[in-house]
Structures are given as structure tokens and as C-alpha cells.
């Protein structure tokens, strides 16, 4: 399956993808989204990301954008794990791809497509307090931070931030 948007096309993530992703989970980048971490564990997680697509039904995309040479700009999308207490809409953008507007479009059209298709009635994100970019991403979605949902690692708390409800959406 694949969506497209105006700049990006967004697929389910695949071997061609592997290096780009173990770099960014094993760089400082990804500080906030669990990491740096060793090259094994980078790679696993990778994998995670792959079979939740098999497990699911869905996962995070595979972000690229149109007329590239199909080259990994980040991960967007759904994820939801068995022992996650709500359905995420997450988001990383590896090293040269931040600041162009790729996560807030990628994000959206994923979004869309988890309301629509995967027929999703809510959505949050769970966002490192220190992540202000995220933190700003989740506002411009429309997400506002909601402090009475549950974390899914409750040991290392974060910001839940819930995004708005599929009718409420207008884009």
C-alpha cells in the first residue's frame, strides 16, 4: 500500500531502508524517540517497525519524497504496539530532511488514512517534554496536550498530546 500526498509518497518500510534508519536510532537525533542506540539494537528496532506492519495491519511509513531516488526521509504513521495504552500517530525525520514541512504533511495524510481506513476514533502522540519541534508539530496537527491520558511508559513519563477526533478534522 502506498499514499501520496502533493510532495510525498509514503510506504511500508522496507529493506532498501535499513541503513538510514539503524543510523538515525544509533545517532544523538534520536535522543528523543528512545535512543542512541548500539547498532543491534537500532537494527531491531527497525524490524519492530517492519513487523508491526505484518502484526497490525499498519505501522509507521516509509517517507520519501516524490521525484527523489526513493531515499528514507523519516518515519511517519501509526503505532500501536499490544502494550501501548492508545493508538499513536508518531513521527521521526532523519538528519537533512527536518524543517521543510515533510512531518507535517506526511503526518496528516497518515493520520487521514488511520481515520479512514483503519477506522481509528482517536489519536494521541507521546512526546519527550524537552522535543519542542514535536511539541510544535502536535499543535499545528491540532493536537492539544492531554494530561489525564495514560502513559505508555509510565516510568519515564512524557507528553500525551490527543489529536483532534476524525469529524473534527477538516484537513
Not at 517492519?50 to 516509509?62: E, K, P, Q, R, S
Not at 502522540?125 to 492539544?144: F, H
Request: hydrophobic content about 40%.
Amino acid at each position: 500500500m502506498i499514499l501520496e500526498t502533493e510532495t510525498l509518497i509514503l510506504r511500508k518500510p522496507g529493506p532498501q531502508d535499513v541503513a538510514a534508519t539503524v543510523d538515525f536510532f544509533m545517532s544523538p537525533r534520536s535522543s528523543m524517540a528512545g535512543g542512541p542506540l548500539t547498532q543491534g539494537k537500532a537494527w531491531r528496532q527497525f524490524a519492530a517497525e517492519v513487523g508491526h506492519w505484518d502484526l497490525v495491519g499498519c505501522g509507521m511509513w516509509a517517507v520519501t519524497p516524490k521525484g527523489g531516488d526513493d531515499a528514507i526521509a523519516g518515519l511517519v504513521g501509526p503505532w500501536c504496539p499490544m502494550d501501548w495504552p492508545e493508538k499513536e500517530l508518531g513521527w521521526v525525520i532523519f538528519d537533512g530532511f527536518e524543517g521543510k514541512g515533510i512531518a507535517f504533511e506526511a503526518a496528516t495524510a497518515a493520520r487521514r488514512d488511520a481515520f479512514e481506513r483503519l477506522g481509528w476514533e482517536t489519536a494521541v502522540s507521546y512526546i519527550d517534554p524537552e522535543n519542542v519541534r514535536s511539541i510544535a508539530l502536535a499543535e499545528r496537527l491540532g493536537a492539544t496536550l492531554d494530561q489525564s491520558a495514560p502513559q505508555p511508559k509510565p516510568e519515564t513519563p512524557c507528553l500525551v498530546y490527543r489529536h483532534p477526533t476524525p469529524s473534527e478534522v477538516t484537513s
